[in-house]
């Protein structure tokens, strides 16, 4: 796999080491949230590093997308999301070999809508803009925080008043997921930022 030249792949590689994993919550009545954060390789975007998230928050059918990451020119990580389109092979348990499979035409996404990561040694903090949601041209966020260990977020539903009265939820990482050996390919002395 050839990723795009240019990028500061190294910095990107340290983003989705520290990301990848298993999430879930240490009170699964009150905060039944479980994720799952994987590297994968897809043919529809096979210049970029991608990731896998499904969002299991209780509900009948989880969230599932492919992310894109994307180092920006203002120093920023960007990450675009994009939504199946149609798949039945997503019912269930996920393949992962059917990310080989999918084309572009496969996925949708919304054009300008993109996660910003800023990186503060070795925490990131992460916008993430609800833009399927818009509500009297307020777009609902969600602000989070990622380190090797643990996420933490809040749902800033916009036009809420007062952010403060927001109640941080925290998932812990239970089991984390390595990067794939061609992601790392033309990288030298890559060093995981989540080994001790």
Do not use: H
Not at 114 to 128: F, G, P, Q, R, S
Not at 167 to 182: A, D, E, T
């Amino acid at each position: 796999m050839s990723y795009v030249s240019g990028e500061n792949r190294t910095r990107l590689l340290r983003f989705l080491a520290t990301i990848a994993g298993y999430y879930s919550s240490d009170d699964p009545i009150n905060v039944p949230e479980k994720k799952i954060i994987l590297p994968v390789e897809t043919s529809a975007f096979s210049s970029s590093l991608t990731f896998y998230m499904e969002d299991d928050e209780g509900f009948p059918i989880p969230t599932r997308q492919i992310l894109v990451l994307r180092e920006r020119p203002d120093g920023y990580i960007g990450i675009m999301f994009y939504n199946f389109t149609g798949s039945d092979d997503l019912n269930g348990p996920i393949n992962v070999s059917l990310f080989q499979r999918l084309q572009p035409s496969d996925y949708s996404t919304l054009p300008n809508c993109e996660i910003t990561i800023a990186e503060i040694e070795d925490i990131y903090m992460m916008n993430w803009p609800e833009c399927d949601d818009i509500n009297n041209d307020l777009l609902p966020t969600y602000l989070a925080t990622w380190t090797c260990d643990l996420t933490s977020y809040i749902s800033y539903k916009n036009p809420q008043p007062d952010i403060t009265k927001s109640k941080p939820v925290y998932i812990f990482k239970r089991k984390r997921f390595p990067l794939l050996p061609s992601m790392l390919e033309g990288v030298e002395d890559f060093k995981d930022p989540c080994d001790d």
